[in-house]
């Protein structure tokens, strides 16, 4: 059931009084990991560390429960009137990638101890545990190679993390296995493996998600908010080859060459038509190369390129999308290779599902802006969130996008605090009784 | 005027009798410049010159003038009746690069040596000298960074090198100007600078060089000769870059982004398929982009990639070909720029105009070749070489090609012992009588 106008007005204007203590902390949290312009919180590291650190000791200054778990995530609550019924969670990560921006993730969780601080302040008496959770480890994609799940923290805390990831996921910095990592952080991985999921679909009944948009979608369409619909799937090649054959680039005719670099370019020139087709069908997809090289030990100007190392990452709200893109990949490269005798490997595709959000937080957040005269628009999500997790456990989850200028995983993500403020009195609002 | 029959045999007899010194210079080239299974003879530098004291003590053993300029070029002399007329010259380069093979330069000044020994040994009294010239430096693109103009050891005794690259010139190894790499083989390039031109064209009446294929073609055709009826010039982008825009591969939508690598890709596809209608046309053309590739220290999987660096190297017979393809370059930049936002940079195209062999000089390389019974073919050059110097300077040039498999600048050049006697029995016949 939801507020009345009154009461969505009182917490509202609490929110509001709570952006002193948000704007504090992000103030220090960008002093505290600064590097460089940017900030650098490394997953299960230092400034990841201190970033939970901070954030647990301002909990407990509002007097919330703050514990954790076995792998190292935070749980700020604010206690309901039955303790044992299923908590409203919400919360984000607080590792960054390496240099990147003060607000990717950080504005998730400072968000949700802005929202219980207002519900305290504004003497709202939750009827179920309302508990924010400090994450680790969402940006593990950018602080460990290998193979892994991705999102470690939240994944290890919904029981998703398999044993074999704790070996296989090394940590860039300091060549780490994961669990050495985790166990250089003072956790004890082997007992979080031997124990039951931190949680359950059971102990959750809602879980919602404030995150700075990383696109340009809301500064483009004049929107404070975004209420996300969907998580774009992806499929990916990380380790994808074109080899042909090095030679003289001045002596071997056209015809007897076997060129990695026009056979790449071509391939590449292949999946931007069937993108375009795709947007053209009002399909949603994104799709890029985002390296893409010849070997620099290997290379000259004077030979013709013997091999290409290439990724690629292809998104879409959309299953079949991403199924006709690697298709289409991979028949376009068997023309290619029969055509022009280069061998064409992918390295195997990756598939991470699309993620529907909760039709009914959707709805609610819609009335939520509207109650909160808050201009906002539907929008899709292009990066990978923590709340996909927990919808894949069956938790109902959604998402909140606030206007952010310069992408993020940057030093010039640009998060108004106007913005914020007005994306925390949606979440505030839908914490206290929505859902 | 030709040979008679008999003395065609008489001469080829001979150099097969010459081979057994060819042999023994080849095995002792390998096996005292040998590095890491190929061999490494520096330009102006130690194996360089190893291999000149070593051919010049060949040439000294076979009663030839020895002789050398102001850049260390060597000229082993088979005096004439006529001392005083223009010479007829071949030779090569004895420099190669790093961890190459034995063939590529060596083959040139072993076969000129050969067939002297040849005309000496068949009793042959030539109307003016035929000079053998052991050249430096050919290789200096692989030693020396910086601007230089190529071809150094040529250029220098042709009066073609300018002061400035005695400075500009770096050797890689050495961190060395080439004045003072020079000045370091006991040379002095200010006497060098000061000097006129060791060689002009009223000194040489043919320059005529034999060399290894380096690229496919004769073994592909099954020819142990090719008669080389051009060197093709070049265009080429040595700094290209694509500017675009990195920002987070999930979150941009297609239509926000400035994807540099897609709007590379486009290029190239764009530049083979030109290279393919010039192909199909009848024209001459190879095209390769070396080095092609995104920044290591910026991109990721996970972004849309805002810069890519790549060369492109176009080669042709034919100097409207080359205006053609860069034109082509131009115009297909410009509209990719329009498009996608993106700023294509070539940063610059050098190029180095074709050479057209003496047409007399391939009518009787093709008529020497019917005499002494060699299957050949005509073919481009699709590397430079000394012999574009000579015709640059008003000197009738021509090239005989060897059969040569694994192409060259490796340490798996191949060229068999009885297609280098076919070559050199050409190369004598030309030598003796013919230009």
Known sequence: MA??????????NAVDDSMALAEDLFDRLATETADGGGVTRASYGDGEQLAHDMVADAARGLGLEVTTDLAGNAYYVLPGRDRSAPQVMTGSHLDSVPKGGNFDGAA????????????????FDPARDVTVMAIRSEECSSW?????????GSRAALGLMQPAELENAIHLGTGRTLGEQMAACGLDPEKLMASPPHLTARDVSAYIELHIEQGPVLVAEEKPVGVVTGIRGNT????????????????????????????????LTALDRETEAVLSEGGDIV???????????????SKV???????LDIRSLDEATLTRMRGCAESVAAEIEARRGVQVDFGGFSVSQPTVMAANHCRLLREGCRALGIPAIDIAS????????????????????????????????????ADF??????LAWMLADAL
């Open 305 to 311: 390129p013997g091999e290409v190392r290439f990724t």
């Open 421 to 426: 403020a007005l994306g925390t009195r949606l």
């Open 287 to 301: 799709f890029a190369a985002g390296q893409f090289g010849t070997d620099p030990d290997m290379h000259s100007l």
């Open 236 to 267: 990916r090649a990380r380790d994808g080859r074109v080899l042909g054959e090095y030679t003289h680039s001045g002596a071997v005719p056209q015809a007897h060459r076997h060129d990695a670099v026009l056979a790449g370019a071509e391939l």
């Open 382 to 417: 292009g990066g990978g969130h923590d709340a996909q997790e927990f919808d894949r456990i069956g938790v109902p989850s959604s998402m909140i996008f606030v206007r952010n200028d310069n992408g993020s995983h940057n030093a010039d993500e640009a998060m108004e605090i």
């Open 3 to 12: 507020l009345t106008q009154s009461e969505t007005e009182t917490l509202a």
């Open 144 to 152: 460990f190679r290998g193979r892994h799940g991705g999102h470690l």
């Open 108 to 123: 998730g969780v400072v968000a949700g101890l802005a929202a219980q601080a207002a519900m305290k302040a504004a003497g």
